[in-house]
């Protein structure tokens, strides 16, 4: 299984709620426990968190394969705020795999 | 909004009580700190929030978090987290704010 679901937003806070019912309920599918959902969940509100305040419209892509759930958001840039910072830190300890790209962030979580 | 902010201030014991329910994220945070804050600047005592009924934070809620308590230290107030979810103390544990704020988790 390798399949891509896109999503895209507006960058206003209402639908971030949107981002996060949409990753709880692939993570699920996938067959993630409850804890790693609720990781899945924070690490890609943070991603959006991210750019938000910089475009105009977040473009996000779930790569669902048979054991992980890869994450790509499209615009991220590395954070200097106090609050960005913590965000970043957040991810990088819940997420397999978070790495800086020329579009954007890439994480991965792994199924255990 | 996606937050439902309870609070009074409790004579007895000269604290504020707070019941945070819902999300505490980019779309709440901003709001809670401003309400807390006014609460706060009201009646200048430690904050209790039960967050029992929270259902989520992240780094936006964290910062409202930070911001609020950085007002009452002047005043050597403090601010109590009790029976947070296991994720949402999880977060405190890995920015390291269970070191700055007070945090009990769920019985």
Redesign the interface.
Known sequence: MNHTVHLRIPAE??Y??VV?LTASSLASSLGFDI?EV??I??CV??A??NV?DRLEDISLRFGVEENALTIDVDGFSSPSS???K??Y??MS??MDVVQETEQGIHMIKAKE | MNLTIQKHYDTETGAWRVTAKGDLDIFSSNVFRDEMLAAWSDEKSDIYIDGADLAYIDSTGLGAFISLYNKMKQDGNEIYLENLKPNIQKLFVITDLDEVFHIGAQQ
Request: with cysteine; charged share 30%; net charge negative.
């Open positions: 806070p209402m971030i709620s996060r804890e609720e990781d969940r924070v509100s943070e959006c968190n938000m106090e609050q960005g913590l965000g830190l957040i300890s819940l």
